[in-house]
């Protein structure tokens, strides 16, 4: 119960990687081929209701040849198999091939890119010291975390580091590549960009100084006036802030790159939808032949004992996982469906027919709990005729409409947007104003809800957006 919940959670990446561990611990099980993939087509793998939904099985007595067996040569040929050659690489001493430094690689972090730029710039003592603190406490954006208090109290025993001398060692690592670390807060992250530029006493270093929050806020009529310019040469400084980097670290903490696989393939036949799972690298599965036939003989009296309880446990455990695998696949393709037969208006029509949904409704729709519903939409995902969709991204709440149907809050969100992108950007619509015009098309929503659900669509405030000058 446990692997099949284990299971169930992973993503389709995931589980290749578990399998693929599964098959070289345990020597009881195999491969037996892999799926079919054919070029530019999704795999369209029958239903799980049907017999041949999984090409998983525990095999048959006419895999394999049963050829006499002897348990102690099978072993020694095993190791045989992998013992390399004369001649080959893999041959030569250990002294002749290279150490494990010189075959792999890694991409350098933030740290590494500064206490080498530290490095060259400080030949050691505890100014050198002072600057792998500062470098120690930087976040994945290059900002400083520790304040020069908390860094002036991390001197070793004996020691003292005094505050003035850290704001030093902190204010030339700043300067060092990229320009910026080490800041506390954007303004001075952004000056000191400027600084180094030589655009220390210009207007834009004016505006990051003094003026961010009409910046931030695009009071850009008011800029004008408290910088005394006409609307062109404040695009000019706008323009030249715009090419500061606010995340001066993030480029030398790169993120992993996310490889998406749909687990689930909806395509339309005709006038219906079929759900198919993909299967694609997924391999087909057995118990060793050459394992059962062992387990076969464990039952003589003449079998080492623990030989036996080895192979027993072996078998045991390739068992589990091929039903825990069987069992995961036909959750998911029942939770698949279920989501299908719910949102048909979605599939049909676009993002204006979607309907609320709760993992309540398809966990009483497929008999389940909801927990297991959990389990299953949670990092999977669904290509359909309207794209890649993460499986959670059809569940959510819905409000009421004067028509009696609740219309989803996805639906809502879009309404929003829309309502948002076509206003007079001199008479930016108010929350009040939104809820209003929701109101007209049959929504009941009220102007907080509109205020939430414009936060969540990281849309700025009326205020904010009054961009006319």
Request: hydrophobic share 35%; net charge negative.
């Amino acid at each position: 119960m446990q692997q099949a919940i284990r299971l169930l959670q992973l993503s389709k990446l995931d589980l290749q990687e578990e399998i693929s561990q599964e098959l070289v611990e345990n020597p009881a099980l195999e491969e037996a081929g892999t799926t079919t993939e054919m070029p530019g087509a999704p795999s369209e793998a029958p239903a799980p209701e049907s017999s041949d939904t999984r090409e998983v099985t525990t095999g048959t007595e006419g895999d394999r040849k049963d050829d006499d067996f002897d348990y102690a040569s099978y072993f020694r040929d095993l190791e045989d198999s992998y013992r390399p050659t004369s001649g080959t690489w893999e041959h030569r001493s250990a002294d002749e091939l290279p150490t494990m430094e010189k075959v792999l690689s890694s991409q350098g972090q933030l740290s590494d890119h500064l206490l080498w730029q530290l490095e060259m710039n400080f030949s050691g003592g505890h100014e050198r010291m002072i600057g792998e603190a500062i470098i120690g406490n930087l976040d994945e954006k290059g900002y400083l975390e520790a304040s020069i208090e908390e860094l002036a109290a991390m001197a070793p025993e004996g020691e003292t580091w005094e505050p003035e001398v850290v704001e030093a060692i902190r204010r030339r690592v700043q300067a060092f590549d990229p320009v910026g670390v080490a800041s506390y807060d954007l303004r001075e992250c952004l000056m000191v960009q400027l600084e180094v530029t030589g655009l220390a006493d210009t207007l834009a270093a004016r505006v990051v100084r003094d003026h961010m929050d009409l910046l931030e806020r695009r009071r850009l009529s008011e800029l004008e006036k408290v910088l005394e310019v006409d609307p062109e040469q404040l695009d000019a400084i706008v323009e030249i802030i715009r090419q500061l980097d606010p995340r001066p670290g993030e480029k030398y903490n790169p993120q992993a790159t996310t490889y998406i696989t749909p687990d689930v393939y909806v395509i339309k036949d005709g006038d219906e939808y079929r759900v198919l799972l993909n299967e694609d690298g997924l391999p087909r599965l057995r118990i060793s032949p050459s394992y059962r036939k062992l387990l076969g003989q464990a039952k003589s009296a003449s079998s080492d004992a623990t030989t036996n309880s080895f192979v027993r446990e072996k078998v045991k455990a390739a068992f589990r996982l091929i039903r825990s695998l069987e069992e995961r696949q036909r959750t998911i393709y029942k939770v698949a469906e279920s989501i299908v037969k719910f949102q048909r208006g979605f599939l049909d029509k676009g993002l204006d027919n979607i309907r609320p949904l709760v993992l309540r409704d398809v966990a009483e729709d497929i008999g389940m709990h909801e927990s297991t519903v959990s389990r299953v939409v949670n990092h999977k995902y669904m290509h359909t005729p309207r794209g890649l969709f993460e499986m959670r991204f059809f569940f959510h709440s819905g409000l009421a409409s004067h028509g009696g149907d609740a219309v989803s809050s996805l639906t809502v969100k879009e309404k929003i947007k829309r309502l948002v992108a076509a206003e007079d950007s001199k008479r930016p619509l108010s929350d009040q104003a939104i809820a209003e015009a929701l109101r007209t098309e049959g929504l009941k929503i009220a102007r907080r809800t509109v205020a939430k659900y414009r936060e969540e669509l990281r849309i700025p405030s009326s205020t904010q957006r009054r961009g006319g000058r």
